[in-house]
Nanobody, 114 residues
Framework: QLVESGGGLVEPGGSLRLSCQASGFSFRWSTMSWHRQAPGQERELVARISGAGGSITYADAVKGRFTISRDNAKNAMFLDMNSLKSEDTAVYYC?????????WGRGTQVTVSS
């Protein structure tokens, strides 16, 4: 199970920290990622982190502004979002992938607006 939290309404230029709490599977072996879906658009990858945290990938749109991290001892993943823009408004989902296992959370809404 994956449960996201930390979304909300923030003004442009502001910051938010999203959290994804995992349970019921081998978190430390899983590649974890954040995805987002804006209204009328397809879901897209935001950032991905390998099991040990040694490999990290960001979408070009968020490079330099977002930071993905994980705490394997707490079965948790995070997304620190800075310098938020209106185009970052979306539902943000966390995802876990390991072998044939592929889990998604239900999402948390992030709205960037003045």
């Amino acid at each position: 199970q994956l449960v996201e939290s930390g979304g909300g309404l923030v003004e442009p230029g502001g910051s938010l920290r999203l959290s994804c709490q995992a349970s019921g599977f081998s978190f430390r072996w899983s590649t974890m990622s954040w995805h987002r879906q804006a209204p009328g658009q397809e879901r897209e990858l935001v950032a991905r982190i390998s099991g040990a945290g040694g490999s990290i990938t960001y979408a070009d749109a968020v490079k330099g502004r977002f930071t993905i991290s994980r705490d394997n001892a707490k079965n948790a993943m995070f997304l620190d979002m800075n310098s938020l823009k209106s185009e970052d408004t979306a539902v943000y989902y966390c995802r876990s992938q390991w072998l044939s296992f592929d889990y998604w959370g239900r999402g948390t809404q992030v709205t960037v607006s003045s």
